[in-house]
T-cell receptor, first 116, second 112 residues
Framework: GAVVSQHPSRVICKSGTSVKIECRSL??????MFWYRQFPKQSLMLMAT?????????EQGVEKDKFLINHASLTLSTLTVASAHPEDSSFYIC????????????FGPGTRLTVL | SQQGEEDPQALSIQEGENATMNCSYK?????LQWYRQNSGRGLVHLIL?????REKHSGRLRVTLDTSKKSSSLLITASRAADTASYFC????????????FGAGTRLFVKA
């Protein structure tokens, strides 16, 4: 099946630093990727839809200047948390739509961000 | 806002028993999917049921969908300790492009 990877799997940083998370589709091309955020013991909240070659579409309440998304190729989307603060600590999960199969998205293993 | 609401929020059963989780949603959908998540891990896709389907099986999993009531259920038969995880329903709406909305999830604990 389709595989999506995320890097890093875990990151701890100081408040004020920026953190970049990569999401890669390993064996397929994904024109659309999604970024989710999950707080402990809660559900996944869609943050934004990332389309290759165009600007991401952010969900209501998600700051686009805080969560910078770049989808420069058909296999890579990046999420940069700018000037991270402790309240940004969360589990970030990406997913990718398999091209031509719009029903199925494949999820990455997630990135645990801890901001001190 | 989240579309799916799940019931119960938490469920504790003995190994061998069946576990039933329910999900309700608010708007029209193309399909509904169930996912599993082990603590601190990514999501595993379990099963997808389309809006024109009423029931689907996969191994020990049985999913039903009632579009008139905007609800779905996931039944895990003969549960095992390894089934301990959080289970989420997720809906894909039929307007405004592809977007998956997750329910709050049910935390299942299967005691050995």
């Amino acid at each position: 099946g389709a595989v999506v990877s995320q890097h890093p799997s875990r990151v701890i940083c100081k408040s004020g630093t920026s953190v970049k998370i990569e999401c890669r589709s390993l064996d397929f091309q994904a024109t659309t990727m999604f970024w989710y955020r999950q707080f402990p013991k809660q559900s996944l909240m869609l943050m934004a839809t990332s389309n290759e070659g165009s600007k991401a579409t952010y969900e209501q309440g998600v700051e686009k200047d805080k969560f910078l998304i770049n989808h420069a190729s058909l296999t890579l989307s990046t999420l940069t948390v700018a000037s991270a603060h402790p309240e940004d600590s969360s589990f970030y999960i990406c997913s990718a739509l398999v091209q031509h199969l719009t029903d199925t998205q494949y999820f990455g293993p997630g990135t645990r961000l801890t901001v001190l | 806002s989240q579309q799916g609401e799940e019931d119960p929020q938490a469920l504790s059963i003995q190994e061998g028993e069946n576990a039933t989780m329910n999900c309700s949603y608010k708007t029209s959908i193309n399909n509904l999917q169930w996912y599993r998540q082990n603590s601190g891990r990514g999501l595993v896709h379990l099963i997808l049921i389309r809006s024109n389907e009423r029931e689907k099986h996969s191994g020990r999993l049985r999913v039903t969908l009632d579009t008139s009531k905007k609800s779905s259920s996931l039944l895990i038969t003969a549960s095992r300790a390894a089934d301990t995880a959080s289970y989420f329903c997720a809906t894909e709406g039929n307007t405004g492009g592809f977007k998956t909305i997750f329910g709050a999830g049910t935390r299942l604990f299967v005691k050995a």
